[in-house]
């Protein structure tokens, strides 16, 4: 079975919930949409967003997670964007993966 968390920030998903989905990874696909770039609101350089994603790359590896999408927007902003515009991204995503279950963290 497909299933699908939502993250705001790269390692949400692993504060939030990294046991369930190690678990659910054994027998279902994970995928997981990461929602901002989780740095640039505390850091200005552009490594640290890098770093981040990196991490999340890796720990997603650790819990079996099978993909991962970026969406990159940016960090602690998601106010001053549109909600339909977001609301289009994770719909792409929804209708990539097709999952039965979504989580959000």
Request: charged content about 30%.
């Amino acid at each position: 079975m497909d299933i699908l968390v939502l993250a705001a920030h790269p390692d949400d998903e692993v504060l939030g919930m990294g046991a369930t989905i190690k678990k659910l990874s054994k027998k279902n696909k994970i995928h997981l949409c990461v929602v901002t770039e989780g740095a640039s609101a505390q850091y200005s350089e552009k490594i640290v967003i890098k770093k981040r994603r990196e991490a999340c790359l890796k720990s997603g590896k650790v819990l079996g997670i099978s993909t991962i999408d970026f969406l990159d927007y940016q960090d602690m902003k998601l106010d001053t964007i549109p909600s339909l515009e977001i609301n289009k991204e994770i719909e792409k995503i929804v209708r990539k993966y097709k999952p039965k279950i979504v989580y959000t963290t």
